[in-house]
Every structure is written in structure tokens, then in C-alpha cells.
């Protein structure tokens, strides 16, 4: 969304009256802004630049000024609790947000973070167990971004019936499965080595998911020529155990 030159349709603005308060509403051509100090139309705001002043029907001054970031995260519809600006900030450097970054972000919310993240160009994958958030959080950021930030914004609704992995330390894994998985879910893994296997096991004893069961897949081709009917004499003895668990309760 452009942010500098004459104000557009279709972006939202901040009004701020005499006493300081601040309205945020969307530029929509041939709309109004009602409040108890009468009508304004947007239209006389539309083309105007940044810090006008207008005045309502009954007389009422507004000055028009595109929000900042933290103007629209303390105005916008929140369902759950935001991440302050406040803490936006320092996130982004503590994390290194950069232009292009691909980022997991999970509890999407009201998509404060998400907004604060993708307007220093991360590209994100989000999850969000809500789908009514996850349609408020991508909401919000079009709101502000604009609509062109929300291909940069992939969301899933989470409650996961199925995790797989192949890496190497699939355990490290289990705290955050027990919160995405639904019950009854099923996570895999794929290990090579069958020390992993006994550490994940182990983990799973100390964590919701039962029925653990390991497996090794032996796959022995035959050789099928008129009457010499056998095994191959090659195979490939090993590759990795499977490992699968199901999310229980307690
Ligand atoms: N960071 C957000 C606020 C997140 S509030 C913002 O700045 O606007 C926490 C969110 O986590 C809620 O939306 C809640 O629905 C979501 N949540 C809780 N458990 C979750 C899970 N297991 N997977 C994904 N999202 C989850």
C-alpha cells in the first residue's frame, strides 16, 4: 500500500479531534464518518494529503493522519491479546527480521506480530489453531498493509491430525506436537539411528502420546525366471526406523 503522497481509497486514516480522540476509519469512496459531532464525507479527505484539517457538519475539527503501526495495532478489532508495539520492535531485531525471511509465526491472533513482521518483509507461514483468528489476523494485515502483504502471509488452521518428520532429533519435537496435534493425531518419524529411536521413546513416556510403535521395513526383492524362483541376492540392508505415536489424553 502506498503510504506517502495525497490520501487513497481504500486505505484506513486516523481522525483526531480537539480533545485528542482518535477514530480510525477506512477511505471508501462516497462514504461518510457519523459521530455525534455530525457527518463528514470521505471524499472531502480523499486526495487530500497527510495533516489536513477538516470540519464536520456541525463543526466539529478533525485532522486527518495515516496511522502508524502503533496507531492501528491499539485501534484494531482484537479477539485475543496483541503483542504490543512496545515489543514488536525489539522482536523484529532480536529476531532478525529481514526482507525475504521465511518465518513460522504460530498463535496468530489479531496478527499484530504478523503485521509488524511482515512490513520488514518476512514472508510468513502461520498457524493458528482458531480459524475465526486466523480470519481476524489476516483481516488486520490487509487492513494495514494492504492486500498485496497477504501473499506473503500463508495461514493454516492448525489442530494438525498428522506430523511427520525426518530430523534428527524428532524428540525436541513432542511439546510443541502435544499443543498442535488434535487428540487421537498421529505423529511419525523417521530416524536412522536406533539410539534416536530409544530417546523418543523415552520422551514419549514422559509426555500425552501413547501406543508408540517402532518399525523397520526389510524389503527383499525376488527373482522370478522360469523354474529358479528366489530371493535377490542384493538388498539394501538398512535405511531408518519408523517411529509413529498417537496424541492421547493426560
Ligand atoms: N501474536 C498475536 C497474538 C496471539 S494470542 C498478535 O500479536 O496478535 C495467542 C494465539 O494462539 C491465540 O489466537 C490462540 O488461538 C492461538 N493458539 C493457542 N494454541 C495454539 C496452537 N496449539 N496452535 C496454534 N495456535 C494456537
Redesign the pocket.
Known amino acids: 500500500m502506498n503510504r506517502s503522497g495525497p490520501l487513497h481509497a481504500g486505505e484506513p486514516v486516523l481522525l483526531i479531534d480537539r480533545k485528542r480522540r482518535r477514530y480510525l476509519i477506512d477511505l471508501v469512496d462516497g462514504g461518510e464518518f457519523h459521530s455525534h459531532s455530525g457527518v463528514l464525507p470521505h471524499d472531502e479527505i480523499i486526495g487530500q494529503p497527510e495533516g489536513e484539517t477538516f470540519r464536520s457538519t456541525r463543526g466539529m475539527v478533525f485532522i486527518a493522519l495515516r496511522p502508524t503501526i502503533t496507531d492501528f495495532v491499539l485501534k484494531m478489532p482484537?479477539?485475543?491479546?496483541?503483542?504490543y508495539p512496545k515489543d514488536i520492535g525489539p522482536i523484529l531485531i532480536m529476531a532478525d527480521i529481514f526482507p525475504g525471511a521465511r518465518v513460522l509465526e504460530?498463535?496468530?491472533?489479531?496478527?499484530?506480530?504478523?503485521t509488524g513482521m511482515l512490513r520488514a518483509g518476512a514472508e510468513i507461514t502461520g498457524?493458528?489453531?482458531?480459524d475465526d483468528?486466523e480470519a481476524k489476523?489476516r483481516e488486520n494485515v490487509g487492513r494495514f498493509l494492504g492486500t498485496d502483504a497477504l501473499d506473503r502471509y500463508r495461514t493454516e488452521v492448525?489442530?494438525l491430525d498428522r506430523i511427520v518428520l525426518d530430523l534428527p532429533e524428532p524428540w525436541q519435537v513432542i511439546p510443541h506436537a502435544e499443543?498442535?496435534l488434535r487428540r487421537g493425531g498421529i505423529m511419525l518419524a523417521y530416524t536412522p539411528s536406533i539410539i534416536q529411536v530409544s530417546l523418543f521413546h523415552e520422551a514419549f513416556e514422559e509426555s500425552r502420546f501413547g501406543m508408540a510403535e517402532t518399525t523397520e521395513v526389510l524389503h527383499r526383492g525376488w527373482y522370478v525366471n522360469g523354474a529358479a524362483v528366489r530371493p535377490d541376492h542384493r538388498m539394501v540392508a538398512h535405511t531408518g526406523f519408523l517411529t509413529h505415536a498417537r496424541l492421547l489424553d493426560e
Open positions: 482484537r479477539g485475543a491479546q496483541v503483542v504460530s498463535g496468530l491472533g489479531s496478527g499484530a506480530l504478523s498457524y493458528e489453531i482458531r483468528f489476523a492448525d489442530d499443543k498442535a
